[in-house]
């Protein structure tokens, strides 16, 4: 029951992160098999989400350590401001294709604090509590990875200017 | 124009709605941010739903994980109690005996209770994730194993620092079988 209930979730979010729908399967049958064998520990079913969620991570993130395909982060440049706003340009559907390849670009933890925000609508203290930080450095990495994600756009519309 | 809120309370009003529709209604720079969080988290959610898929037929691999699991589990028990058995045969045997020497005695005690604090940790993890009642007389058996070679060692020095090295090999078998159990 509760594997037909998250497994949707924890498919996508490894698969988000992996990117390979044949290790996304093989980490979502790891967590739920590693999450099987810890269950006892969890006290309250309500957090089972965000605790299943913070196991995929974790065996996510070891399957990509071990075939080294992490990419390091992106490193941003310096931000050029321009006249027109991130805002203005997410209204072009060509700016989708550049935050496409932004996700692409974050760090697959970065990645994940995002994702467990804005896809899995997590709130601040559970993504904590998943990935086993403190509330600041949750909301750092979500600043970061936002401001990532602006910078690509305004890169791409010093491209396009 | 209200003062503006901290940028946080805009972007959860941008996912979630709430008391700030009417300040961002009338602040463009806050209708600006939470403009651009609602779009931003509308691409990350298209972006992420590429690598959505069918999971039913992962269920039978969860399963067989499961199993496999619980053989390693086994298996690593039954390390544990060989590693104590034996050196329970080793110190139950008997063995020309050498007094240590008060100082020496302190340490070995002190190094025990360290070895003893440690074993107690991973034991109540160990029983935790134990799955069978084999499982849990297995580890009964290692700790029984551990206390038995304590009290033949008694005042031999040389058997009392074995007795120790019995501590390390039991812990090393108790935390091999805690990471295969993961």
């Known amino acids: 029951m509760l594997f037909e209930r998250h497994a949707p979730a924890v498919r996508r979010?490894?698969?988000?992160?992996?990117?390979?729908?044949?290790?996304?399967?093989?980490?979502?049958?790891?967590?739920?098999?590693?999450?099987?064998?810890?269950?006892?520990?969890?006290?309250?079913?309500?957090?089972?989400?965000?605790?299943?969620?913070?196991?995929a991570r974790i065996v996510a993130l070891d399957l990509i350590g071990e075939r080294r395909r992490e990419q390091p982060p992106a490193v941003t440049g310096q931000v050029v401001e321009l006249d027109a706003t991130?805002?203005?340009?997410?209204?072009?559907?060509?700016?989708?294709?550049?935050?496409?390849?932004?996700?692409?670009?974050?760090?697959?933890?970065?990645?994940?604090?995002?994702?467990?925000r804005l896809d899995q609508e997590?709130?601040?203290?559970?993504?904590?509590?998943?990935?086993?930080?403190?509330?600041?450095?949750?909301?750092n990495e979500i600043h970061r990875a936002r401001r990532q994600m602006r910078d690509g756009i305004l890169r791409y519309l010093r491209r396009t200017r | 124009m209200?003062?503006?809120?901290?940028?946080?309370?805009?972007?959860?009003?941008?996912?979630?709605?709430?008391e700030l529709a009417s300040h961002v209604a009338s602040c463009p720079r806050?209708?600006?941010?939470?403009?651009?969080?609602?779009?931003?988290?509308?691409?990350?959610?298209?972006?992420?739903?590429?690598?959505?898929?069918?999971?039913?037929?992962?269920?039978?691999?969860?399963?067989?994980?499961?199993?496999?699991?619980?053989?390693?589990?086994?298996?690593?028990?039954?390390?544990?109690?060989?590693?104590a058995a034996a050196l329970a045969v080793v110190f139950l045997r008997p063995a020309r005996e050498t007094e240590a020497t008060e100082s020496a005695t302190l340490a070995i005690e002190s190094a025990e209770v360290q070895y003893r604090r440690a074993a107690e940790v991973l034991e109540v993890e160990?029983?935790?994730?134990a799955r069978t009642p084999e499982q849990r007389t297995a580890i009964a058996q290692a700790r029984r194993s551990l206390v038995r070679a304590r009290s033949a060692g008694a005042h031999d020095a040389a058997a009392r620092i074995r007795v120790l090295e019995g501590y390390a090999a039991y812990l090393r078998s108790l935390r091999r079988a805690l990471r295969d159990g993961q």
């Open chain 2, 126 to 129: 160990a029983e935790a994730r």
């Open chain 1, 86 to 116: 991130p805002e203005a340009a997410l209204l072009d559907g060509e700016a989708e294709k550049v935050l496409f390849e932004e996700m692409e670009r974050l760090s697959a933890d970065r990645r994940a604090v995002l994702l467990l």
């Open chain 1, 13 to 55: 979010f490894a698969g988000n992160l992996v990117r390979d729908p044949h290790d996304a399967g093989d980490v979502t049958q790891e967590t739920f098999a590693r999450a099987h064998g810890r269950l006892a520990r969890l006290n309250d079913d309500a957090r089972f989400r965000s605790w299943v969620l913070g196991i």
């Open chain 2, 2 to 18: 209200s003062r503006c809120p901290p940028r946080e309370q805009v972007d959860d009003f941008a996912l979630h709605g709430g």
């Open chain 2, 30 to 83: 806050c209708a600006a941010r939470a403009g651009w969080v609602q779009r931003e988290a509308e691409v990350v959610r298209k972006w992420a739903a590429q690598d959505d898929a069918a999971v039913a037929e992962l269920w039978g691999g969860v399963q067989s994980r499961i199993r496999a699991a619980r053989r390693r589990w086994w298996l690593a028990g039954g390390v544990a109690v060989a590693a």
């Open chain 1, 122 to 139: 997590l709130g601040y203290g559970e993504i904590a509590e998943s990935m086993g930080w403190t509330l600041q450095k949750v909301k």
